[in-house]
């Protein structure tokens, strides 16, 4: 496996409709996602500039028009955002299809986003015959340049083991503060970010966290 590092210039018409937010925003790190439907819920912890008001940041994000929600959660010096989008009315760039093309192929996982005023940095982990492929779809969609290409091993990761849904509401409820003292979001608040009922993410939780706990105790 190899793990590539690109540069993706912050100038592209992509970044256009997220362009105040992006200079508010001192750095952002973890940029995650998954789909829910043909929507893509994005995690991403941001620390904003000295003298930005974040509610006025987080009220812009919401007059996208296909941003169907969006919120902050207070985390020490920083927060998290959360972001549901509609894939179905957002402008992605035209030829976004070639990295489905190449995901057919292969393991290629976008594994996180990072920014900061510098520019824009994504790391992605492909199976080593791909990277060719790999390399090329992102420079040709993003006009992106590799910064680096390193091997990649992945290590024994009890969270493998978890069902797709089952990892993303734990890493939902983990990162938006669901089992911190006291807690940050309740659990209804989790289930709306989800778009699930209470009693569905309780049981995914349940379920998740005692698979989690096999897998480490046994």
Known sequence: MKRIKFSIPISLDYFNAFRSFLEAVEWGY?????????????????????????????????????????????????????????????????????????????????????????????????EEGLLGDVISAVKEVYGARVVSVEDYTPGENPLLKLTGRQFEVLLLAYKSGYFDNPRRVTLRELSQMLGLSPSTVKEHLRKGLKRVLEEVIE
């Open 30 to 126: 973890g940029d995650t996602y998954f789909l829910l439907g043909s929507d893509v819920v994005k995690l991403v912890e941001v620390k904003f500039k000295e003298g930005v008001k974040p509610e006025e940041v987080l009220g812009e994000l919401l007059k996208i028009p296909y941003v169907k929600d969006a919120k902050l959660i207070p985390k020490n010096d920083h927060y998290l955002l959360y972001v549901r989008a509609n894939l179905l009315h957002a402008s992605l760039p035209e030829n976004v299809s070639r990295f489905f093309e190449v995901q057919k192929r292969g393991m290629v996982v976008f594994e996180k986003g990072t920014f900061s005023t510098e520019g824009f940095y994504l790391y992605v982990v492909c």
